[in-house]
């Protein structure tokens, strides 16, 4: 072992034999002069009365045992060492964690005081509200809830890193707790019909953003895509009434575990008809995985604490919020694309009109944000901030995030000649002006119009 303490402890003295023959022939007269001067100091401690060190610890001891006995004193406990408040790290689900606690009374954390939201900061309520749990009715504290993370946020360092923010998405999209086995199993299949089309999207995901990319492997991106590609396709099979579920796990296990090869694609042979990926799929049929879904589940990886806390979110995500965007038809998204051309001629009719002059729907620009719920657009940071609302509020307020930024660049589109090249790429997004203005237009949108945004991702 490199941390034996055998290899760091002191060289023991030369034997006996190498110093007698380093007295019969030494090498200069320094080496003379060094074993003189040593066995000078032997002999003056040697004649001296002073007992060895090895008595004078025999001697301390046996004082010792001698008033142990007419005095015992229970040993003193050394205090509880004290955790200070550290900064995350990049999160790896496969690093072991030493001297992991037991599950026993003496090691389980102090019960954290009920909350009293007349004594607390709004911060502090909100943390407590996700430590602690509902104390009252359920739909009154997720309104606090709501409420909170719209006016107040929250609290993040500027790579927008949230201790708190996973697990509030996870409570506001009703995400079950699963053991990472579930997880680990869906891995261990291997490739997954859909896993070609995975490795042809990972490596370009938020490419050219250094946050992303420094935090989450592009390793970590395909695992989760595979798992979630391998749990939709199991849904679909069991929706057609097929029994008999295919199996293709190897005896090596999944090879994105360990280096993600491309190989894994040639493996298994030809994907079969029935678990052909959603991006080649047609019709209403759900599919597996379709192109965008490795920028949408970016978010998830960046912000979770471990890749099982990304899955359990994403999956929730596309299966409850937003089907209709992971179909084989992406029915969903052309249905928001045409909700941000209705949606804009209400909160804004002269620059709704003036971009349908020059013949830009919003199937020409928006379809990326529309899709990816704005992930898209950098800086993330920005984009957290954003999901923190539409989690909050509803996915389907995304239409109006977008609607949002285009009243942004209203001023620079009007006097545009040319707004096509304008709303190639959107500016930076700005999250909290973004979410005040769409606040503000959700007032202009009718009953009818607004049950089609709750209801067109479904």
Known sequence: MTNSPIKHAPHLPPTTATTDHQLR???????????????????????SNTPSLISQQRQQQQQRNTSSSHNTQPPQIPPLPTFSSHHRTRSNSDAVIPNAPSNTSSNRRAAVPRRNPANQNPREELEAMVRQGPQGDLQTELARLRHLV??????????????????????????????????????RRGASPAYSKIRNDTFR???????FKRRVSEASLIRLLNAIAWKL??????KLGDSTKVNSANELGSPELQHASPVVKHAQGPPTTTAT?????????????VQGMNVLCAPFLYAARSEAEAFVAFHMFVTRECPGYVRGAMDGVHKGLALVDKCLAIVDPKLSTYLQSKHMKAELYAFASVL???ACTPPLPEVLQIWDFLFAYGPHLNILC?????????ETLLTSPSPTKLL??????????????TVSNLRKIPADVYGELVHHAE
């Open 424 to 437: 190639r790429s959107f500016p930076p997004l700005q999250a909290k002006f973004i979410i005040e203005i």
């Open 25 to 47: 022939s030494p090498k200069s007269n320094r080496g003379l002069r060094k074993l003189q001067s040593a066995h000078q100091l032997s002999s003056n401690y040697a004649a």
């Open 205 to 211: 995901t938020l490419a050219t953003n250094p946050l």
């Open 233 to 238: 396709h199991d849904a679909k099979i069991e």
């Open 372 to 374: 990816t719920m704005c």
């Open 150 to 187: 719209l006016c107040e946020g929250l609290l993040a360092d500027s790579d927008g890193m949230s201790q708190l923010r996973i697990y509030v998405w996870l409570i506001l999209l009703n995400a079950p707790a699963i053991p990472t086995d579930s997880y680990l199993e869906l891995i």
């Open 402 to 410: 977008i609607c949002a930024q285009l009243v942004i660049m209203r």
């Open 277 to 289: 990926d959603g991006s080649e799929a047609g019709g209403t049929e759900p599919g597996i995985y």
